[in-house]
């Protein structure tokens, strides 16, 4: 079966349709069979999806919606995709970027404007966008108000991040959208950097920090005075290989 969701009016309020997607546009939602409570919650049960034109997508077994609070879950083999707003951190450029996440369950809190995705099984949760990839057994996406613009990614447990011509590992790690920092935790945090002449350096210690707006990163010890430990690779991860 398939159904559009309009914006309406419905006793004085708006239907409310979760902010990661636009309020004031159509939503189509595509699944094997439809279960209403009459009041406020759908289930899409079976191959289920729900979309708006190419820019907003979700995919599920199972899709929950409540157009009531504008909650919304989805559950195994999930697959999200989301235009969002990214802010070029040296020349200010605001545009619109893909990001996609794939895992086992989605919990969107449209009060909270949060994400979260998480996995059951050996498989991790996936993030990718134009900044960074990164995976681990949890990702918490939060959003600006509007819905349309990161304020803060987490990703928590087996966590692995692909930036700029390094891949670290760790345990826990915050990339902060104001501050365009990220920070990964773990004991211990492993980076692997490439240097312009395509040689990678392993570094371990406890604390990985990259900016963004000026593609800088340290690895620290535990109290910041800790050495870190070093070594050259002979072959650089398959993830930094050209």
Same mark, same amino acid.
């Given at each position: 079966?398939?159904?559009?969701?309009?914006?309406?009016?419905?006793?004085?309020?708006?239907?409310?349709?979760?902010?990661? %997607?636009?309020?004031?546009?159509?939503?189509?939602?595509?699944?094997?069979? +439809? *279960?209403?409570?009459?009041?406020?919650?759908?289930?899409?049960?079976?191959? &289920?999806?729900?979309?708006?034109? =190419?820019?907003?997508?979700? $995919?599920?077994?199972?899709?929950?919606?409540? $157009?009531?609070?504008?909650?919304? @879950?989805?559950?195994?083999?999930?697959?999200?995709?989301?235009? %969002?707003?990214?802010? $070029?951190?040296?020349? @200010?450029?605001?545009?619109?970027?893909?990001?996609?996440?794939?895992?086992?369950? %989605?919990?969107? $809190?449209?009060? @909270?404007? =949060? &994400?979260?995705?998480?996995?059951?099984? /050996?498989? +991790?949760? *996936?993030?990718?966008?134009?900044?960074?990839?990164?995976?681990?057994?949890?990702?918490?996406?939060?959003?600006?108000?509007?819905?349309? *613009?990161?304020?803060?990614? *987490?990703?928590?447990?087996?966590?692995?991040?692909? %930036?700029?011509?390094?891949?670290?590992?760790?345990?826990?790690?915050?990339?902060?959208? #104001?501050?365009?920092?990220?920070? +990964?935790?773990?004991?211990?945090?492993?980076?692997?950097?490439?240097?312009?002449?395509?040689?990678? /350096?392993?570094?371990?210690?406890?604390?990985?920090?990259?900016?963004? #707006?000026?593609?800088?990163?340290?690895?620290?010890?535990?109290?910041?005075? &800790?050495?870190?430990?070093?070594?050259?690779?002979?072959?650089?991860? &398959?993830?930094?290989?050209?």
């Amino acid at each position: 079966m398939r159904s559009t969701i309009r914006p309406q009016k419905r006793e004085g309020n708006d239907t409310r349709m979760p902010a990661i %997607l636009k309020r004031d546009a159509p939503v189509n939602v595509s699944s094997n069979r +439809l *279960e209403y409570d009459g009041v406020s919650e759908a289930v899409y049960i079976g191959n &289920a999806a729900l979309w708006q034109g =190419t820019e907003s997508r979700i $995919d599920g077994d199972t899709i929950v919606l409540n $157009d009531k609070t504008g909650n919304l @879950k989805a559950s195994v083999n999930v697959k999200t995709k989301m235009t %969002l707003v990214d802010t $070029d951190p040296r020349t @200010k450029e605001r545009k619109p970027t893909a990001t996609t996440v794939t895992a086992d369950e %989605l919990v969107y $809190d449209d009060a @909270k404007r =949060t &994400a979260v995705y998480t996995v059951s099984g /050996k498989t +991790l949760a *996936e993030m990718i966008s134009p900044q960074a990839r990164m995976s681990g057994r949890r990702i918490d996406l939060f959003l600006k108000e509007g819905g349309n *613009e990161v304020e803060r990614v *987490e990703a928590d447990a087996d966590v692995t991040v692909t %930036l700029t011509n390094m891949i670290s590992t760790g345990r826990h790690l915050v990339y902060t959208a #104001a501050t365009e920092i990220y920070v +990964l935790t773990g004991e211990p945090v492993v980076s692997v950097k490439k240097d312009e002449k395509g040689t990678c /350096k392993e570094t371990r210690g406890t604390t990985m920090t990259y900016n963004r #707006a000026t593609d800088e990163s340290r690895v620290e010890g535990i109290d910041r005075l &800790a050495a870190t430990v070093s070594k050259p690779l002979d072959t650089c991860p &398959a993830g930094l290989r050209n």
